[in-house]
Every structure is written in structure tokens, then in C-alpha cells.
């Protein structure tokens, strides 16, 4: 899965700058968004300061300004605020758990790591990886915008944004959960509570959080182009998500091969969804 990420970054990235191109020579590019996306790549210009900032601070960041404008920017309707309010809380949620885990002394071998990496990233990776990064995180709000912009928005809203208040409330559980084991054994592996079927519930999480924001998107939407490029966002996290979790799944497993323990638990888990 990290080989196909690598492969589809570029072709991401320019399917990113052709809808760009589009929205503007259409003159679709509304002021709002327009101000939303030149926003978003002033925030990930973090990435130069540290590069793996960009994953975490940067697209916390993201989701809290933008829906932010462009409520601003609108009147939106009672539906669109409170998908607008969800988003700055996910935002908010993800820049205080990034906070707290960098402060975490079971983090801070990884942290030294990261930051020592990034000194040694050359300057045009930073800037293809700041390229692609601040577009994409446009595009994942680009639901903010298509929410408070609408005029009529369908009933099915309210349970699209129960299922993100669900992947929130999901992944900060999971996150707390595996934290607190953590915090004890940074070694260890977490198998209680949602990890009990699950062993990557943090990143179920985030991916039914985006599921349900993409059916709030349609629900908001009025034009066949919503729905295309509001599911660039969600589509990446998917992949992204399906990727760490494998990804994390296989350096586990080589660090445990001789616990009989982590096997008969890995015997009866999920990589992402429960096994009954």
C-alpha cells in the first residue's frame, strides 16, 4: 500500500490542479473559496518548519479556518452551521490530540525522529509534498463550502452528521484507549475496549467520519461537480487510512512475532473492522 500511495500522489496531484483550473476558467471559484484555498496553503507552509506538521497541525488547522470563513462568508442555514460547528470540533479534537501526544515521553523517541528527518527532506520534496497537501486539504473542506453556500439542503444531512458524530466519538475513544496503554508500556500493544475486534479502530473512525461527511456534501449539493470533486477529500483518506492501517499492522507484527499473546489476539481482530 506505501508503493501505491507513492504511485498515486502525482496523479492526485494533478487531477487536484486540473479541477482547480476548471473551477477558475468556469468561474466557479467564488470569492469564499477562493480565499479558502489560498488560506489553506498559507497554513501548510508549516511543512518548511517541520514536515510532519503538515499531517497533523496543518490539516487540523485547515478544518477549523475554513469552515470558519466560509461561514463568515454566508448565511448558512441551521443544518450547514451545525456540520460548519462538526468540523471545527474535529479540527480542534485532532490539534489537541497531536499537542498532547508530542508532550507524551512514550512519543518522544518518534518525535525526535520526525523532526531529525525533516531537516534532512529536500527543499522540492517539501514543496511538491506543501503542493499537494494544502490541495488536498482545500478539497476536503470543500464540503464546508458546499454546506454553507446552499440554499436547499436535503433531511438526509441529519443522519450523515450523526454517522461523522459517530467516527469522532469512535476515533477519540480508540485514541484515548491506545494512549492511556501507551502511556504505561510505549511498546505495547493496546487490546481493550474497541481494539478488543479491532485492531486499528482509530482509523475506522476517521474513515466512517469522512464517509458521513461526503453524504452530508451530497445532501448540500446542487451541481454534478460537487459531488466529483467533494469526493477527492474522502476518496485519499480512505486510501490513506487503508494504508497506515496496513502499514502500522505490519511493523506491529515484526515487533511481537514471538509473543503468543499478540498472536492469539491478532487471531481473533480486524485490521478495520471487527471478526466475529
Not at 510532519?52 to 442555514?77: C, D, H, K, Q, R
Not at 498532547?100 to 518525535?111: D, G, H, I, K, V
Not at 450523515?160 to 500493544?189: C, Y
Amino acid at each position: 500500500m506505501d508503493g501505491l500511495i507513492r504511485k498515486l500522489m502525482p496523479l492526485m496531484l494533478l487531477i487536484m490542479w486540473a479541477s482547480l483550473w476548471w473551477l477558475w476558467s468556469s468561474d466557479l471559484l467564488a470569492t469564499p473559496l477562493a480565499i479558502g484555498l489560498a488560506v489553506s496553503h498559507l497554513l501548510c507552509t508549516i511543512i518548511f518548519y517541520q514536515f510532519v506538521y503538515v499531517f497533523n497541525y496543518g490539516y487540523a488547522m485547515t478544518m477549523i479556518v475554513l469552515p470558519m470563513i466560509y461561514e463568515t462568508a454566508y448565511t448558512p442555514s441551521v443544518p450547514a452551521l451545525i456540520l460548519l460547528t462538526i468540523l471545527v470540533i474535529y479540527g480542534l479534537r485532532m490539534a489537541s490530540f497531536t499537542w498532547l501526544r508530542y508532550q507524551s515521553p512514550s512519543y518522544a523517541e518518534r518525535a525526535a525522529q520526525a523532526t531529525a528527518a525533516s531537516k534532512t527532506i529536500p527543499v522540492p520534496i517539501k514543496i511538491i509534498t506543501w503542493a499537494f497537501a494544502s490541495s488536498l486539504m482545500f478539497f476536503i473542506s470543500f464540503s464546508a463550502w458546499v454546506a454553507a453556500s446552499s440554499v436547499h439542503i436535503a433531511t438526509t444531512i441529519w443522519p450523515a452528521m450523526l454517522v461523522m458524530v459517530f467516527g469522532l466519538v469512535f476515533e477519540t475513544i480508540a485514541d484515548q484507549q491506545k494512549q492511556s496503554v501507551k502511556a504505561v508500556n510505549k511498546d505495547a500493544w493496546c487490546e481493550t475496549g474497541l481494539y478488543r475486534r479491532i485492531r486499528h479502530p482509530n482509523f475506522l473512525g476517521e474513515i466512517i467520519f469522512h464517509l458521513g461527511l461526503y453524504w452530508a456534501m451530497v445532501s448540500a449539493a446542487s451541481q454534478a461537480y460537487m459531488y466529483v470533486l467533494g469526493a477527492f477529500g474522502m476518496s485519499w483518506l480512505i486510501i490513506l487510512m487503508s494504508s497506515e492501517a496496513v502499514t502500522y499492522d505490519r511493523n506491529q507484527q515484526q515487533r511481537h512475532d514471538q509473543s503468543e499473546r499478540y498472536a492469539a489476539w491478532r487471531a481473533r481482530t480486524g485490521l478495520l473492522w471487527p471478526k466475529f
